[in-house]
């Protein structure tokens, strides 16, 4: 399913905005990835019409901001009728018989044999596993035990998650072992961010951060 873009969206859309602090949100926000998965919108796209939306360039919006911008009550009002109307809080029933096509959505997903990683977890291990030499990929480092704080898991979950990227890893002979469920995910990630620029990893992963916040 190809979701198309409603007007009504723009509601949702400026509710994640008037929120504190107010403005434009960061990509990856958490507020902007709920919206996305919600839609059904990759973030990038929600990104751009975010700055639409503040840069008031058409009669609609500026219409939307003259209701609405002073009076957040009446916003989350028509917000919340407007998911009964749609049927999103009940998004099974809604997308019943409907071939939805997930893309970016399934990085935000916990993997089928680890409920507590996702792949966008994946990407954020693999750049501080670039950062690092395979003699501190153990739960006492303390680049190790702050990404895990910030995850919400432990760090030697993390540990886990390094051992199989020293499987993917081309440069390294000594491999260790690693967890099986964990090394498909793991490797998929490896193929896409792992040969690329670096420069590149780092960048996603800082904004991704925005994520865990």
């Not at 399913?1 to 958490?30: A, C, Q, R």
């Not at 501190?136 to 030697?156: C, D, F, Q, S």
Request: glycine share 4%.
């Amino acid at each position: 399913m190809k979701t198309k873009w409603n007007d009504e969206y723009w509601l949702m859309l400026m509710e994640v905005f008037l929120k504190k602090p107010i403005g434009l949100k960061p990509m990856y926000s958490h507020d902007m990835i709920n919206l996305a998965l919600e839609l059904h919108f990759p973030p990038q796209y929600l990104y751009k019409k975010m700055f639409r939306l503040r840069q008031l360039d058409t009669p609609l919006i500026e219409r939307l901001w003259g209701k609405y911008s002073r009076n957040p009550k009446l916003l989350a009002k028509e917000v919340n009728l407007l998911r009964q109307m749609n049927g999103f809080n009940n998004a099974e029933a809604f997308y019943e018989g409907v071939d939805v096509t997930e893309t970016f959505e399934a990085d935000f997903k916990p993997l089928p044999e680890h409920n507590d990683i996702t792949p966008v977890m994946l990407i954020m291990a693999l750049d501080l596993y670039f950062r690092l030499t395979p003699n501190t990929m153990v739960p006492e480092t303390p680049e190790i035990v702050a990404l895990a704080k910030r995850m919400g898991i432990t760090p030697h979950r993390i540990t886990e998650i390094m051992d199989a990227y020293m499987f993917c890893d081309p440069y390294l002979t000594n491999k260790g072992h690693a967890d099986n469920a964990l090394l498909a995910p793991c490797k998929e990630i490896w193929n896409k961010y792992g040969n690329g620029d670096p420069s590149q990893l780092a960048s996603l992963a800082a904004q991704l951060n925005e994520y865990f916040n």
